[in-house]
């Protein structure tokens, strides 16, 4: 996107500084007389012209395609000129078949430089041509219908380059959704793996010592995979089974520990909010592996979750052993952040506080 970005400003750039040279060099060949004295023509002119050079520039490639069709209306612009100069000997400036060929010459460039573009808002553009010509009809006369009939229609050009900037912008807003969703979906294959690392971990631990609590981690194991598979890959789901998701891995890693490890979950959120899947996981995961494992005893975890509003607040605590602290920051937690920031942009709070032997994160989210 960045590069589409740059080759639209090179675009403009070199268009724009061609037609600033092309009507110097008109000007001093006598070729173009520039009315100083109007500089709001000298503008719209200059304008007009310089964004046709850059779409020309931009869209070169396609254009070398196009050959032929290059030529045909290379014969329009010609023919135009031609009624032009026949005009003003004739000494009729002012004249239906010079409007309505220039105003068909225009529509056609556009359509050939911009044909997705022109198409979409083409019933519009003729339309209101259409009731330009009808208004002036109905209300003027004579050469007055003629100058408001050229008037309104020279207000489409710019018309259309606001119309044709809008739909830039929109394009390159939806690449920007499209990237997110991408770096989300990423971000989530990689919660996975990590997971069911460190799970299927725990359950090696559990048949080498051939422990009778083996079979039901297996089972354990199954539905969490289950909702990791299916319910993982949904946008929200419902923060009740968020939940049980957390207790179900909090019960597996209770069959695995020998040691006495004291967990306190305290649930106290009673609305059916609705949530996205397996973000609270990573900080569980976090406090068994780096509190949890690293203590021999005495080794605690408290957790509460509670609602205030349209928010929710998730408190993890733990302690853990300093001497075995792993100071490098985990891409579990990483992800979690990242992925914080894709589905709740400025609507979460994440603040994690240290001390000699305790570690504390808070998570707040605005989930209206």
Do not use: C
């Not at 929710?312 to 990483?334: C, H, K, P, W, Y």
């Amino acid at each position: 996107m960045k590069n589409k970005i740059q080759r639209y400003g090179r675009s403009i750039i070199i268009g724009s500084s061609a037609i600033f040279l092309i009507m110097v060099l008109m000007t001093f060949l006598d070729m173009i007389i520039i009315p100083y004295g109007n500089m709001e023509e000298i503008v719209s002119v200059y304008l007009f012209w310089a964004i046709v050079a850059s779409l020309v520039t931009h869209h070169f490639n396609y254009l070398k395609t196009k050959v032929p069709v290059l030529l045909k209306i290379a014969g329009l612009f010609l023919f135009l000129i031609f009624i032009n100069i026949y005009d003003e000997s004739a000494d009729k400036p002012q004249n239906y078949l010079t409007l309505s060929f220039a105003v068909s010459w225009f529509s056609i460039l556009v359509y050939f430089i911009m044909p997705s573009f022109f198409i979409k808002y083409s019933k519009g553009y003729f339309g209101a041509l259409l009731g330009v010509v009808l208004y002036a009809n109905i209300f003027y006369e004579g050469e007055e219908k003629f100058e408001h009939i050229q008037n309104l229609i020279g207000i489409s050009i710019p018309i259309l380059f606001t119309l044709w900037i809008y739909e830039q912008w929109r394009w390159i807003k939806s690449l920007k959704n499209e990237k997110a969703k991408a770096e989300l979906q990423l971000l989530k294959s990689q919660i996975n793996p990590h997971f069911f690392f460190n799970t299927l971990n725990n359950l090696y631990g559990l048949t080498v010592e051939k422990s009778d609590k083996a079979p039901e981690v297996v089972l354990k194991l199954g539905d969490m995979m289950r909702y990791t598979i299916y319910e993982g890959k949904e946008e929200r789901v419902p923060i009740q089974d968020e939940i049980q998701y957390l207790e179900n891995y909090i019960e597996l890693h209770k069959i695995r520990y020998q040691k006495n490890v004291q967990v306190h979950f305290i649930n106290s959120v009673i609305s059916d909010f609705q949530i996205a899947p397996l973000l609270y996981i990573i900080l569980v995961e976090n406090a068994f592996k780096h509190g949890v494992e690293t203590l021999i005893e005495n080794a605690y975890i408290f957790i509460e979750i509670e609602e205030a509003g349209n928010s929710v607040s998730f408190t993890i605590e733990n302690n853990f052993d300093r001497a075995m602290q792993d100071n490098r920051v985990g891409i579990g937690l990483e992800n979690l952040k990242k992925r914080l920031e894709l589905i709740y942009p400025n609507k979460y709070t994440f603040d994690e506080i240290k001390s000699v032997n305790t570690y504390k994160t808070l998570l707040t989210i605005d989930l209206s």
